[in-house]
């Protein structure tokens, strides 16, 4: 196993289309690293580079302490699991599996007890002579990281890899890849893997580490709790968390130690909670904060935002309440148990932000800078 | 699939009889399916009726051949097939066959061959001039034969191959039929990648690759392109007409002409048996091939 090295790593398409632009990302060796970012972002092109099944145009990938950029896949030292599975369809599971191996001209008797092997981890012995078309979707998905896993590769390379499975399946996969990993660490021979997903339940579920990627950037790279408790920007802010957090143009005002926050012509104190945390001053903000960091309180509160209900959503142990305040529509979750049965749309409720949670992001360029 | 028999033709049984209406339907669809079936058996024995005549007539003797429409012969003989088979040259049909076998062989598999190459380059790889290449390749399929027939023809004069097989079969190691690159490039423009790639990441250069994942992927169409070939040489007359002037070289369907030629009354029932015979191998090759053919077709798609 080794650590995987990205340096000012560029993709520019055939057609001109510059689809990644200059990324570096440091995956330690035995790190789970999962890119996510919504569709089109460039997580498949990255991923490609990585593999070799795409040139690199600009910067250089590093395996280990080599660079890979003018290998060919096979020599890389790595291993890919595909969205579609992509399993040879002539070919039973068995051959499959072992299809590396026989190029490589592996004995036959190491052929055999590593496909034992892998079989038994993924739990496909009984499919070793089916053909692909003869299998579910799941086990499609197993065979197909039998594949990768038989090879021992330096790194492991995923592509949204569970998106063809139902949410049931999916979910059990997703453990069943994690369990893997840990095992592959326990037993001392750690995995190198880089996932690709748009779901960020798998993201936050399944990396050591999170890429965030946006139209051929990065974002943030960092594990799932400073994601979500310290998102370096708006749109790592909105990405990252159910629902999505409420981010809202703001205006903030005054001299350090009473400062404001103004929106619709409400005003927040900015409190202990915050103000130390601001490392910039007045001015138009993007204010964010999570739907759970709002707590509903009667309306004309002090430093609370009253608004309208608009929509409720009961979604069994908690309560979505869709509030418009001004122009923007907040969204809030409540427990079911402290939820008050009579409110109907229409009504007018208090929102009290929790200052100690809430972000204020530059307004133009996204940047959170409240995070000192 | 399901056949017809897989659903019920009648409802399940029940205490009472059926209704009046339920009589009806069940009577109206049976007979609206006959109508059917025997429409379409009296339009399919139309169409296949010459084929059976043809057979039936090469048992015939000469003079019923032209006194009945019919084809079952009166007093069968094998007595076409013995004359026809003798010929009126010092060969027997056997060395035509052999000199068609000679031409078929090599072309059917240099066409696969060339044909799954030059494929497999336009569908899968980026290279300079690719676009002008294609268009050109293209423009052949739509030149017609004749076209090329006299520049061809002192082409190969010029390499002193006129008589000999080579001009019927050198082409076609050279990918030299577009049609069937053609039809290879649109059936791997149907076929993900993504196999290809992870053969790739298994360490497959691209020869491998080819040869161990494409190929067998493309095996349906691969032995489509073999089976039109086949059939097409086995049935080409100009070619051969033109490039082989001995007779002890001619193939099949000169020799068949040949026969037509060489005897003032003609010897219908030996030139129908012989005609019989040359209808053979395009036959047996076909139900042979048909088996992987149909299976290719329906197991080529890859699930999702
Ligand atoms: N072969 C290609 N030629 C040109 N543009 C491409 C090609 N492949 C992908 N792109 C573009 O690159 C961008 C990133 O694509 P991709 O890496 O597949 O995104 P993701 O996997 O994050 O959804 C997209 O805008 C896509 O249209
Ligand atoms: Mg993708």
Same mark, same amino acid.
């Given at each position: 196993m080794a650590e995987l090295k990205l340096n000012a790593v560029e993709k520019t398409y055939g057609n001109g289309f510059k689809a990644v632009h200059g990324i570096d990302l440091h995956v330690a060796e035995g790190e789970f690293m999962v890119l996510v970012g919504p569709s089109g972002c460039a997580k498949s092109t990255t991923l490609r580079m990585i593999a070799g099944l795409e040139t690199i145009t600009g910067g250089e990938v590093r395996i280990g302490d080599q660079v890979v950029n003018d290998l060919v896949p096979g020599k890389r030292g790595i291993a890919m699991v595909f969205q579609n599975y992509a399993l040879y369809p002539h070919m039973k599971v068995r051959q499959n599996l072992s299809f590396g191996l026989r190029l490589k001209r592996k004995p036959k008797e190491q052929i055999e007890r590593s496909t034992a092997e892998v079989s038994g981890v993924l739990e496909i012995e009984e499919l070793l002579d089916r053909l692909p078309k003869q299998l579910s979707g799941g086990q499609a998905q197993r065979v197909a990281v039998g594949r990768a896993l038989?090879?021992? $590769?330096e790194v492991f390379l995923f592509d949204? $890899? #569970?998106?063809? #499975?139902d949410a049931k399946l999916r979910a059990s996969m997703r453990v069943r890849i994690t369990d893997l990993h840990k095992r592959l660490r326990n037993e001392g021979r750690p995995a190198t893997v880089v996932y690709v997903t748009h779901d960020q339940v798998e993201a936050m579920t399944m990396g050591d580490r999170i890429c965030v990627m946006k139209d051929g950037h990065i974002m943030q790279v960092a594990d799932p709790t400073t994601l979500y408790d310290r998102p370096a920007n708006a749109f790592v802010a909105g990405f990252i968390g159910m629902p999505e957090m409420n981010l809202v143009p703001a205006v903030l005002s005054g001299e350090y130690g009473a400062q404001t926050l103004t929106l619709d012509g409400q005003t927040l104190t900015v409190g202990p909670g915050l103000a130390p945390r601001l490392s910039h001053g007045p001015g138009p903000v993007t204010l964010g904060v999570r739907p759970q960091h709002l707590d509903l309180v009667v309306a004309d509160s002090p430093d609370a935002l009253t608004g309208t209900i608009t929509n409720l959503e009961f979604m069994g142990h908690e309560v979505n309440l869709h509030a418009k305040v001004g122009d923007a529509v907040f969204v809030c979750v409540v427990p079911s148990d402290q939820f008050d049965r009579n409110l109907q749309r229409g009504d007018r409720v208090g929102l009290k932000p929790r200052v100690e949670k809430l972000h204020v992001f530059d307004a133009e360029t996204g940047e959170n800078f409240s995070l000192a | 699939m399901a056949s017809i028999s897989d659903f019920p033709q009648t409802p399940t049984p029940r205490s009472e009889p059926p209704s009046a209406l339920e009589l009806k339907l069940r009577r109206r669809t049976r007979v609206s399916s006959t109508i059917r079936y025997t429409l379409l058996i009296v339009v399919g024995l139309i169409m296949i009726y010459p084929l059976i005549w043809l057979i039936g007539a090469s048992f015939k003797s000469n003079s019923e051949i032209f006194s009945s429409p019919w084809f079952w012969p009166k007093e069968p003989s094998l007595q076409g097939y013995v004359e026809g088979w003798k @010929?009126? @040259?010092?060969? @027997?049909f056997a060395t035509f066959f052999i000199n068609s076998m000679q031409i078929v062989i090599p072309k059917v598999i240099g066409t696969a061959i060339s044909c799954t190459l030059v494929a497999y380059g336009f569908a899968r790889f980026e290279f300079p001039g690719k676009k002008i290449l294609f268009t050109i390749l293209i423009a052949t399929l739509l030149l017609p034969d004749v076209v090329t027939r006299i520049p061809q023809y002192l082409l190969f004069r010029e390499l002193g191959w006129l008589d000999t097989y080579l001009p019927l079969f050198a082409p076609a190691w050279l990918a030299g039929d577009a049609f069937f690159v053609f039809m290879i490039i649109q059936f791997l423009r149907a076929i993900p990648r993504e196999m290809e790639e992870a053969a790739r990441v298994d360490g497959a250069n691209t020869a491998q690759t080819l040869l161990f994942i494409v190929v067998p992927i493309l095996r349906p169409a691969i032995i489509s392109v073999c089976l039109f070939q086949f059939m097409w040489t086995m049935n080409d007359f100009l070619g051969p007409l033109i490039y082989i002037s001995t007779v002890e070289k001619y193939p099949v369907s000169l020799a068949l002409k040949l026969s037509i030629d060489a005897t003032e009354a003609f010897n219908w029932n030996s030139i129908l048996a012989m005609t019989v015979l040359a209808l053979t191998p395009s036959l047996v090759v076909f139900f042979m091939a048909q088996k992987s053919f149909i299976e290719g077709i329906s197991s080529g798609g890859v699930k999702g």
């Open positions: 038989i090879k021992q $590769p949204e $890899p #569970l998106s063809n #499975l | @010929t009126s @040259t010092p060969y @027997t």
